[in-house]
């Protein structure tokens, strides 16, 4: 199945909950805070509703909501790698988290890793060398000091909790491939616990209607 398809079958399995809701439900609550029009308006690029909808899964995750979490993710994680990495990074970062969250499940987990490694070894030799190259640099953490400071320097809460959160994918996907990696599984552990705490801490004192996707 191509990623549009994909896309659009996920698109319809969302307003189809917003058609036949449960009193009460979480989903219910998202709908109520404008969910459905938040993706229609962003659906008009592939890269713009997979960000939408991979942001969502993350603070579905953080606000406790794990099942929907990981249910919205598993759909996320059937679009293919088409050469777009604009699109694709969004789809690596789903698979990040679902590995995290299942990684109690080595098979689980092994299939997740395929999948995440598999644009490397697409493309003619010297593009795959480049790829690879680029990947050890960021499992190697080059880029963690650079994010961390942009965090530092952030003009509002908000802003900081954005770049936290993209912080974040960054330490659960080095953790998955913490063997490969020259960083300490043990202080990357405890930048993702840490950085949890403050996303959740956030979350729970303003809600996940203060980010992105809902605002924007």
């Given at each position: 199945?191509?990623?549009?398809?994909?896309?659009?079958?996920?698109?319809?399995?969302?307003?189809?909950?917003?058609e036949q809701p449960k009193e009460g439900s979480y989903t219910c609550y998202l709908f109520e805070k404008g969910l459905d029009k938040i993706l229609k308006k962003n659906k008009k690029t592939q890269a713009s509703y997979l960000e939408s909808l991979n942001h969502l899964a993350y603070l579905l995750y953080l606000d406790g909501q794990e099942e929907i979490a990981k249910e919205l993710l598993d759909s996320i994680i059937q679009v293919p790698f088409e050469g777009n990495y604009n699109t694709?990074?969004?789809?690596?970062?789903?698979?990040?988290?679902?590995?995290?969250?299942?990684?109690?499940a080595e098979n689980k987990?092994?299939?997740?890793?395929?999948?995440?490694?598999?644009?490397?070894?697409?493309?003619?030799?010297?593009?795959?060398?480049?790829?690879?190259?680029?990947?050890?640099?960021?499992?190697?953490?080059?880029?963690?000091?650079?994010?961390?400071?942009?965090?530092?320097?952030?003009?509002?809460?908000?802003?900081?909790?954005?770049?936290?959160?993209?912080?974040?994918?960054?330490?659960?996907?080095?953790?998955?491939?913490?063997?490969?990696?020259?960083?300490?599984?043990?202080?990357?552990?405890?930048k993702i616990e840490e950085n949890t705490e403050i996303l959740k801490k956030y979350i729970k004192e303003h809600e996940i209607y203060s980010l992105f996707p809902f605002k924007g």
């Open positions: 199945m191509q990623s549009n398809e994909v896309l659009e079958a996920l698109y319809q399995t969302i307003i189809d909950r917003r694709w990074t969004f789809v690596d970062s789903s698979l990040v988290l679902l590995a995290y969250l299942e990684r109690e987990v092994f299939d997740y890793k395929k999948i995440l490694l598999s644009p490397l070894e697409q493309g003619e030799e010297s593009t795959q060398n480049i790829r690879r190259r680029v990947h050890q640099r960021f499992l190697n953490g080059d880029s963690l000091d650079q994010k961390l400071a942009k965090i530092e320097h952030s003009l509002s809460l908000e802003s900081e909790m954005e770049r936290r959160l993209l912080y974040l994918t960054d330490l659960l996907k080095i953790y998955l491939f913490i063997t490969e990696s020259t960083c300490e599984k043990t202080d990357i552990q405890a």
